[in-house]
């Protein structure tokens, strides 16, 4: 039981410290409300759990081994926030489309998308599930790993979304919503070039 209550509070820290991913939900919920953003936050959810799955099948062994592979999924990673970012930047003068539009790829599979264009998930889980889990893993105990670490991900980006797609909250951003998009515009920005020049 330990070993998997360490990999919930890790996990915890990681999903909520700032980062393209919780950037882009908190944007979402604000500006397009609960009904656009959950599924957003699902699909968030869910990339970032293949990561944990790639992981426990041994992709950072694979980057490991070709390291030009794993160069080239930053790379498409970083230029993908870059894109967002750009869009988000010239939305900030914009008003708010219909909550319907999944603007940037908002529905669940531009969730998935997102998490899965950044591969740094994958040396943190694979640097996580060794050091908590070391050995060889039976089946089951792999997939009791993974519904811990999808069961994570997903109750806080529901818990992010809800509290931030709030009337209280939406209207603070509607009063700011120049200053807030641009802000997230630059910090998605800094996360894709960081991707891409980082070593």
Not at 117 to 132: D, G, H, R, V
């Amino acid at each position: 039981m330990a070993p998997y209550l360490a990999l919930i509070g890790a996990m915890t820290l990681a999903i909520l410290s700032p980062g393209p991913a919780i950037i882009s939900a908190i944007q979402t919920a604000f500006s397009r409300g609960r009904e656009v953003a959950m599924p957003y936050g699902m699909g968030l959810a869910f990339g970032a759990s293949l990561w944990g799955a790639f992981a426990l099948a041994g992709l950072a062994v694979v980057f490991a081994l070709h390291p030009e592979l794993y160069r080239g999924v930053k790379l498409l990673g970083g230029l993908y926030l870059l894109w967002m970012a750009q869009g988000l930047w010239r939305a900030a003068t914009q008003p708010l489309p219909d909550a319907a539009e999944k603007r940037f790829g908002r529905g669940f599979f531009g969730g998935v998308l997102l998490n899965l264009s950044n591969p740094k998930p994958a040396l943190f889980y694979s640097a996580l599930l060794l050091s908590l889990f070391p050995g060889p893993l039976t089946l089951g105990r792999q997939a009791s790993i993974y519904a811990t670490a999808l069961t994570t991900e997903l109750f806080w980006y529901a818990a992010v979304v809800t509290a931030m797609s709030t009337v209280a909250m939406r209207r603070r951003y509607f009063d700011a919503k120049f200053w807030i998009d641009r802000i997230a515009s630059v910090a998605l920005g800094l996360l894709g070039l960081a991707l891409i020049f980082n070593n």
